[in-house]
């Protein structure tokens, strides 16, 4: 049983934590970042210095930045400065001009942004952004755990604010923590109890990431993945289903976002490609099976709180590809749209958690649409075992009898076995001939 409180908790949870995003998450952060410290220095710097770690630098490397045509951190930094702004969160580059693009690429000609690995910094997610201007007036802005949550910003030396990470009072996913303690069966009745117009939001989760996907089919992003799919060589070779327009839909949203397109799509806990993976199996599935509008609400909130639940514990980054957690909520999700209950679920989970952890994460890059796209088929696959009754036993693997602690199994593995993997692929990324 929910209490009012908890409902109230996790409704915070879920609104904190999908939300919408243009572009990359990890190059947008610095460009928030940067784009804060610039309003609080009150003018352009003439030197910007971002000190990054690890992992955002690993999934800054390779992607697009929406609306520029052009690839990595520079671009997103001198945008972000230029251009930003910060009450726009995830979304702080959404006034990007041709013309505010070359004058972004003139302003990296200058030589005046430094881009460096923060070897001090402990967190996974961590952005420390220095700017100063030709007078030698400097601001300063960190932000850490979390893609828009700050915890330090400064101008000349003196904080304007500060916070530290062990007292997360400004953090309202950390407060809906503290009211109540997720797990499977909490999320499962969250999704099933909750009055339907409390949970009205997340039906733009489906609308955005369903447009990203048809928009994707307008151009030619990335690898192309959702097109080919839905080519005729494609429709040949995968037929017309369900499960082929579910890879197809979820490849395009990828393909469009990771090239760098100007479409917004619903994020989950500060990732675009896991709200996509949260999503758009999940609609696919319904619109196909002709569930019900509040079935596939419900549905969509069992998927995207699954993977907050999870994520609450394996943290917004880490060794471990983001489509392992989403497609896991997806899985959850069109399991109850086949008409499977908690037991069913539960199911699901283990076969998912059994299947693809230890899939890595090297960085966000065009051909994160193969990584989203064996994460969803996989989701299918889970969830048509979990309805004839099939489950991967406490015999095999990483597998307990309890769900929570197979999850907590795949999040110790995520996030601390994998370390030393996380540090092999950056070394790896950096040291290419």
Known sequence: MITPTEHTAIIRMLKHGVVPAIGCTEPICVALATCRATEELGRMPVTIEA????????????????GTGMVGLPIAIALGASIGKSEYGLEVLRNVTPEAVEEARAYIGKGGIRITLDETTKEKLSVDVEVTDADGNRA??????????????????IASFETSLSSDADNEAAEGDKCVSLSLRKVYDFAMTAPVEDIAFIDEASRLNMEAARRSLEGNYGHCLGKTLSRPLGKGIMGESIFSHILSSTGCACDARMAGAMIPVMSNSGSGNQGICATNPVVVFARENHNTAEELRRALVLSHL??????QHLGALSALCGCVVAATGSSC???????????????????????????????AKPSCALKLTTGVSTAVLSALLAMQGNCVSPVEGIIEDDVDRSIRNLVSIGADSMNETDKRVLDIMTHKH
């Open 306 to 311: 699954t993977a907050i639940y999870i994520k």
């Open 140 to 157: 300063r802005t960190i932000i850490a755990r979390e893609h828009t949550h700050y915890i330090y910003i400064s101008r000349n030396g």
């Open 333 to 363: 999700g069109i399991t109850y749209l086949m008409g499977g209950g908690y037991e069913q679920v539960t199911f699901a989970v283990k076969n998912m958690i059994a299947n693809l952890t230890g899939m890595i994460c090297d960085g």
């Open 51 to 66: 000190r990054l770690s690890a992992n955002i630098l690993k999934n800054a490397m390779g992607v697009g930045i929406p």
